[in-house]
C-alpha cells in the first residue's frame, strides 16, 4: 500500500510573527522555517504504518520553492522513502494545492493521502477536504485514530463534542489532528541515510494545472492590542475587582 | 445577493453558532435562505423560521444527514449552492469539514473562519493564530465561507417568521457510514457560548486536581476550558481545548489557571472581555493579556477563591 503524505514549509510554531510595514503580508525573510506541526504527525503516522507492514511505500510532497526540500529531508529522515517537490515562487492557495496533489494522486495512485488538519500560517483547514472532493473520494478529517482494513478504513475524529467513528472506503484522504500520535526525532544516522534517498522536482508549470490565486490579499494587520491590565495583591483584591470594577460576576 | 445558511442545529433547535453566522449574512446583505438538514430536524427546521432576516427555510429531513458526513451533506449542498451568491456555515466542526469539500467541487476558493465582513466580496480573518488579520477579496461568483461564532454578535432570535419548505435528499455517493460517537457529557453550558469560562492548563497537575476548575466554573455559572497541555496529560477531555487548534471563545469573563500563555493557546481567547490569570511565575506571557493577574500558588488562591465567592 502506497501512501502519499503532505509536508509543507512553515514559518516555525515558536516565532513571533511580524506584520510587514507595508501591510503586505507577515515577514518570512531570515525567520526559522519548519514543517508544518500537523504534517509532521501525519508522517509519523505513515511510518507507523510501515512499521506495521500495512504501508509499503511513503512519498513526501512539498509545494513551494527550493527550500521546501529541507522540509522533504526531515520528512525523509523520519522514515519517508522518496519525495517530490512541485516548485514555484508563487502563492498557490489551498484550491490550488488540492488541484496539484490530485495531478500527482492520478501519476502515483496512492491508497491513502495524509494532510494536516491546517497549516499554522494561513490557518485555512481546506486542503485536504478539497482534495478529496476532487478526487471524489470519502474523506476522514482531524483524526486522532486510524485503522486500515481491506477496502476500507475506520477513523475516529475529534469533532465538537468529542470523538466521532467513521468508515470510509479506500483510498481516501485523511487529515490529521494533534492527538493522533507524537512524532518522532530523526536520528543521526537516519539524518545522514535520508541524504541518500531521492528527491524529484518538478516544476509547477510542467504540471498544467490552474494554480492562479482566487483571493486577493487586500492587507495584513496587527490583531487589536489588548490594553495592559493590572497585579493584583490577593484573592479578595481579585474578586472585589471583577465585582465592582469589571462587573462580571 | 442570496445568501445560503448552513444550520448547526441539534435537530430540535438551532445552535448559538447559527445565530452569530446570522449576524455575518445580515452584513453582506441580501435575501436570506437557512438550510436544515438532519434526522428528525422539523422542529429545528421551524426554529430557524424565527431567525431574524431569514426569507424561507430549507428543511431536509432524512436518515442520510443524521451525522452531516462530508460526502452526502456536500452533495446536498451542491445541489442548490448555485442559486446563491454566498454559502455560510459556522466555523464548527460540520462547517470546516464540508464547505472545503462543497468549494473544491463549484471551483471556487474558501474562506475559513472569517471574522469580519468588510463588502459582499471583502471579509477579514485572522491568520498565523490570529497574530494576523488578514482583510482577503474574492474574484469567484460563489463565496463559500465559514464564520468564526466568537467574533460576531448572536442574532437576536424570535422575530422572523419565514416559510419552511421541504428539499428532497441528493444521491448518496455512499463513500462513508457513521459507526459511533463518544459525545463528553455535561451540564454546563456550552464552551462556545458559555458567558464564563475557568480554564486549567498543565500546572493543575493531575485529572483530580482539575476538579477545582469544575467546582470554580460552577460556582461562576460557567464553563470549562483547558489548554493542550491538561488535555494531553488527560486532565481533561480534547473537546475542552482552547486555542488556535480547539475552541475559540469571547465569554464576557475567562479565568486562565496555570495556563502559561503560549501564542496558540491565546488564539482561542485573546478576545474575551474581562482575562484573569493565575499563575505562580510572575514572568508567565498570559499575564500578558490578562486584565487581572495574580502571582500565587493555584492550589492556595483557587480554594481561597471557591470560598471568597461562596461569601456572595
Ligand atoms: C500546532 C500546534 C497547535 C497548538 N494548539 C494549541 C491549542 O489549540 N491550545 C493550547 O492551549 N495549546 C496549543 N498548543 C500547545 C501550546 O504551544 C502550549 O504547549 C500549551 O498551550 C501549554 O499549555 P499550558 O500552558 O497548560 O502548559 P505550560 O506551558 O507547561 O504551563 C503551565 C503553567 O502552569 C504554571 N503552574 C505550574 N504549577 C502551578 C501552581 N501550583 N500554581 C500556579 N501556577 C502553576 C506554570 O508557571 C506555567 O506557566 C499547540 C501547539 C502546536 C505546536
Ligand atoms: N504548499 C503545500 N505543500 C505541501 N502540503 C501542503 C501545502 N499547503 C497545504 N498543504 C497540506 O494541506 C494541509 C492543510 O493546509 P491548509 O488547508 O492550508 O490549512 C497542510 O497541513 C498540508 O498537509
Redesign the pocket.
Known amino acids: 500500500m502506497k501512501v502519499l503524505v503532505a509536508v509543507k514549509r512553515v514559518v516555525d510554531?515558536n516565532v513571533k510573527i511580524r506584520v510587514k510595514a507595508d501591510k503586505s503580508g507577515v515577514e518570512t525573510a531570515n525567520v526559522k522555517m519548519s514543517m508544518n506541526?500537523?504534517d509532521e504527525i501525519g508522517v509519523e503516522e505513515a511510518v507507523r504504518l510501515k512499521e506495521a507492514g500495512t504501508a509499503t511505500e511513503i512519498v513526501a510532497v512539498s509545494i513551494g520553492p527550493q527550500a521546501c526540500q529541507e522540509t522533504i529531508r526531515t520528512a525523509l529522515a523520519m522514515g519517508a522513502d522518496r519525495g517530490i517537490l512541485v516548485k514555484t515562487d508563487d502563492e498557490v492557495q489551498p484550491l490550488g494545492v488540492a488541484k496539484i496533489f490530485k495531478a500527482l494522486v492520478e501519476k502515483e495512485a496512492p491508497d491513502l493521502v495524509l494532510m494536516g488538519k491546517q497549516a499554522?500560517d494561513d490557518d485555512s483547514n481546506q486542503t485536504g477536504q478539497m482534495l478529496a472532493g476532487l478526487l471524489g473520494w470519502p474523506q476522514a478529517t482531524f483524526l486522532s485514530k486510524v485503522e486500515l482494513g481491506d477496502g476500507s478504513a475506520t477513523m475516529t475524529r475529534e469533532i465538537d463534542g468529542g470523538l466521532e467513528t467513521i468508515s470510509v472506503k479506500m483510498p481516501c484522504v485523511g487529515t490529521v489532528d494533534?492527538r493522533l500520535n507524537t512524532p518522532r526525532y530523526a536520528s543521526l544516522p537516519n539524518i545522514m541515510k535520508a541524504k541518500k534517498k531521492p528527491i524529484e522536482t518538478i516544476e509547477l508549470g510542467d504540471l498544467g494545472v490552474d494554480t492562479a490565486p482566487r483571493l486577493t490579499t487586500v492587507s495584513v494587520e496587527d490583531p487589536p492590542a489588548r490594553q495592559a491590565g493590572v497585579m493584583v495583591p490577593d484573592v479578595a483584591a481579585l474578586v472585589d475587582k471583577l465585582r465592582n470594577e469589571a462587573k462580571v460576576i | 445577493m442570496s445568501i445560503l445558511v448552513i444550520a448547526d442545529h441539534d435537530t430540535t433547535a438551532v445552535r448559538q453558532s447559527t445565530l452569530a453566522t446570522m449576524t455575518a449574512a445580515g452584513q453582506i446583505g441580501g435575501d436570506v435562505t437557512v438550510l436544515v438538514a438532519g434526522e428528525g430536524c422539523k422542529a429545528a427546521a421551524e426554529d430557524a423560521a424565527k431567525l431574524p432576516g431569514v426569507a424561507k427555510v430549507l428543511c431536509c429531513d432524512s436518515p442520510l444527514y443524521a451525522h452531516h458526513l462530508a460526502e452526502s451533506f456536500a452533495a446536498l449542498i451542491l445541489g442548490i449552492a448555485k442559486d446563491y451568491t454566498h454559502v455560510l456555515a459556522p466555523a464548527v466542526t460540520m462547517g470546516k469539514n464540508t464547505l472545503p469539500r462543497v468549494a473544491a467541487l463549484l471551483d471556487v476558493a474558501m474562506l475559513s473562519d472569517i471574522s469580519g465582513v468588510v463588502d459582499a466580496d471583502t471579509f477579514v480573518r485572522p491568520i498565523y493564530a490570529g497574530n494576523a488579520m488578514a482583510t482577503v477579496k474574492s474574484a469567484d461568483a460563489i463565496k463559500i465561507i465559514t464564520v468564526r461564532g466568537a467574533s460576531f454578535d448572536k442574532a437576536e432570535h424570535g422575530s422572523g417568521s419565514a416559510t419552511v419548505e421541504d428539499l428532497a435528499p441528493a444521491e448518496d455517493p455512499g463513500l462513508s457510514s457513521f459507526v459511533g460517537q463518544e459525545l463528553s457529557k455535561s451540564e454546563r453550558p456550552e464552551l462556545t457560548s458559555a458567558r464564563v469560562v475557568v480554564s486549567g492548563?498543565?500546572?493543575m497537575?493531575s485529572g483530580e486536581n482539575f476538579h477545582h476548575i469544575e467546582k470554580l466554573a460552577d460556582q461562576l455559572g460557567g464553563a470549562v476550558g483547558a489548554?493542550?497541555?491538561?488535555v494531553d496529560a488527560g486532565y481533561a477531555p480534547n473537546d475542552f481545548?482552547?486555542?488556535?487548534?480547539?475552541k475559540i471563545v469571547a465569554p464576557d469573563l475567562y479565568v486562565a489557571v496555570?495556563?502559561?500563555?503560549?501564542i496558540?493557546?491565546l488564539?482561542?481567547m485573546k478576545d474575551s472581555k474581562v482575562i484573569v490569570a493565575?499563575?505562580?511565575?510572575e514572568e508567565?506571557p498570559?499575564f500578558q493579556v490578562a486584565d487581572y493577574g495574580l502571582v500565587?500558588?493555584?492550589?492556595e488562591a483557587v480554594p481561597a477563591l471557591e470560598a471568597e465567592l461562596a461569601k456572595g
Open positions: 510554531y506541526p500537523f499554522i494533534l | 492548563g498543565r500546572g497537575g489548554s493542550r497541555a491538561a481545548q482552547v486555542g488556535q487548534t480547539g496555570g495556563i502559561s500563555g503560549a496558540q493557546h488564539a482561542g493565575i499563575n505562580k511565575d508567565a498570559i500565587a500558588d493555584l492550589f
